[in-house]
């Protein structure tokens, strides 16, 4: 007996140290994680976004169609020229001035306010108005003196307000737009050594416009000011009366046109940026350098072709699909099942609680590509959740989606010790090896 308790104790001395051995070399070996990324649907043709030629022969020097939901451009002329605003520089001042400002604070007029030039409301310094009401004069008939009231008040000076602006407009990733007047009016200043116009590019006036119409916290009043027809009020002390016509003629004269701004200097010519809802889809435009004087109709011909034109050819498509997931090796982890003989492998997936559907506005010819990108090993140690890949839409060779891929499991690192607890406790279990310590 004392023979077999020796034969069965070296037995175990050797399994432990071939099994220390085998794990050295598992220590030893250096693999460099390789990412797999597989094409699980082909339906991409690789086709810009940006029209090369216009196709639609606008009159407008600069000019944008843009999803409002997305901000993907579907319609481009010099949409990326950098050009003066004009007046619809004034959405950004109604949205700073709706978000930093009280609407029921009553606002005096300085004596640069009551100097601006026409078009304006006719203030006379001294005279008190509620910011909501300038507002509205501000939108509807582009008052460029109520402009520079609300920018006072709210920015503490012109030159205060202009820097809300254009930190605004750094947040929008509006990196070609600057901002110098709350009206629009041209201007230029130095600014770090440089000469800066006030200016912005079609392309941000929409991406602004997008911003004003559904994504601040005060785009519903926004749009109750833009989308009004008519708006009447008088000073604080009731010893005068305004009346305000709204300018922008599509809300009048196209079905859906809900909000929009125009503008006019003589550097800028005519200007245009608007918004138009069809079928639950929301289209916005802007146009930049759209004629001069006589031509003041051609921006409603321009924004009307825009419009139509994305009415026609965008509606929404879902293009969600399951894609097929897979195990993940992980490099020197603890088995989570099974011995040390066999590979560590833990399942892969995404979010259950995922959104399986993702509509895009697409042309009838666009296609979209879906790529995976998950490892096929990792090393140890892993948590479960723990973020290994994703899941990617891809429309024009930009990305539009992205889901993560999770472990489904985690595991630890391998080490010596816990190889050699795990080899104790098997050998301690093994059949007939307790009863054999007893005898002896």
Request: with cysteine; net charge neutral.
């Amino acid at each position: 007996m004392r023979h077999a308790k020796g034969i069965l104790l070296a037995a175990a001395g050797i399994a432990i140290i071939s099994f220390i051995g085998t794990f050295a070399v598992k220590l030893a070996e250096k693999e460099t994680i390789k990412n797999h990324t597989s094409v699980t649907s082909e339906k991409l043709d690789h086709k810009t976004p940006v029209e090369t030629t216009d196709e639609l022969n606008l009159y407008a020097q600069s000019a944008v169609l843009m999803d409002a939901s997305t901000n993907r451009i579907l319609y481009g002329k010099n949409e990326e020229l950098v050009r003066p605003m004009a007046s619809t520089t004034k959405i950004m001042t109604c949205i700073i001035a709706l978000e930093n400002g009280n609407l029921s604070d009553p606002v005096a007029a300085s004596q640069n306010a009551a100097n601006q030039p026409k078009v304006h409301l006719g203030v006379y310094k001294g005279e008190t108005i509620y910011l909501k009401d300038l507002l509205y004069s501000l939108m509807l008939e582009s008052h460029n003196d109520a402009a520079m009231m609300i920018a006072e008040h709210v920015g503490g000076s012109r030159e205060g307000f202009a820097k809300l602006m254009n930190q605004k407009a750094r947040e929008l990733g509006c990196s070609n737009t600057y901002f110098i007047t709350p009206n629009g009016l041209d201007a230029k200043e130095e600014n770090d050594g440089e000469i800066k116009e006030h200016s912005t590019t079609a392309a941000d006036l929409a991406r602004i416009m997008n911003y004003c119409i559904g994504n601040s916290p005060k785009s519903k009043v926004f749009l109750e000011i833009t989308g009004t027809q008519n708006y009447y009020f008088t000073d604080v002390d009731g010893k005068r009366s305004f009346s305000c016509t709204n300018h922008n003629a599509l809300l009048s004269s196209m079905s859906g046109a809900f909000s929009g701004k125009t503008g006019f200097t003589g550097g800028a010519g005519y200007s245009y940026v608007g918004s138009v809802e069809s079928d639950g889809r929301i289209f916005t435009i802007a146009l930049l350098g759209c004629g001069w004087p006589p031509h003041k109709t051609w921006k409603w011909s321009d924004a009307r072709k825009l419009f139509q034109y994305g009415m026609d050819r965008f509606h929404y498509r879902d293009v969600y699909e399951e894609v097929p997931m897979k195990d993940v090796l992980i490099n020197e982890g603890i088995p989570i099942s099974g011995g040390l003989d066999k590979p560590v492998l833990i399942a892969s997936s995404m979010a259950e609680d995922r959104e399986k559907s993702l509509k895009l506005l697409l042309a009838d010819d666009e296609k979209v590509t879906v790529k995976t990108s998950i490892p096929d090993k990792i090393e140890a140690p892993v948590k479960k959740g723990q973020k290994i890949g994703s899941v990617t839409y891809w429309l024009n060779n930009q990305p539009v989606k992205e889901y993560p891929v999770y472990l489904t499991e985690g595991t630890k690192r391998l080490t010596v010790i816990w190889c050699l607890k795990n080899m104790v406790t098997r050998y301690l279990s093994m059949p007939g090896f307790s009863q054999i310590l007893t005898s002896s």
